[in-house]
Nanobody, 115 residues
Framework: QVQLVESGRGLVQPGGSLRLSCTAS????????LAWYRQAPGKQRELVAS???????NYGDSVKGRFTISRDGAENTVYLQMNSLKPGDTAVYLC?????????WGQGTQVSVPS
């Protein structure tokens, strides 16, 4: 079992920055990928960014060049640094962890960028 807890919710003005954190606990040795997804009202959940244990990263097209995912293995934490935020980034951001047997989700944290 893996538990994921997000932090860093906030209301940010357009052009501003925010960093989200997700701390994992439980069977950490089995996790090989951590990621951030987001879901806006009325829209499908979409991948924001992912990172593997080897450090390989992948980003959704809408956030490339603005968001950065990183991982602190010692603290079992994955970060999402979000810069140049836009109203279209408003969503609930969810942490995701993948093992060989199962996928795990955090509860989500709200990010709001007013227009």
């Amino acid at each position: 079992q893996v538990q994921l807890v997000e932090s860093g919710r906030g209301l940010v003005q357009p052009g501003g920055s925010l960093r989200l954190s997700c701390t994992a606990s439980g069977s950490l040795g089995s996790i090989y990928q951590l990621a951030w997804y987001r879901q806006a009202p009325g829209k499908q959940r979409e991948l924001v960014a992912s990172i593997t244990t080897g450090g390989d990263t992948n980003y959704g097209d809408s956030v490339k060049g603005r968001f950065t995912i990183s991982r602190d293995g010692a603290e079992n934490t994955v970060y999402l640094q979000m810069n140049s935020l836009k109203p279209g980034d408003t969503a609930v951001y969810l942490c995701f962890g993948l093992t060989g047997l199962a996928a795990y989700w955090g509860q989500g944290t709200q990010v709001s960028v007013p227009s």
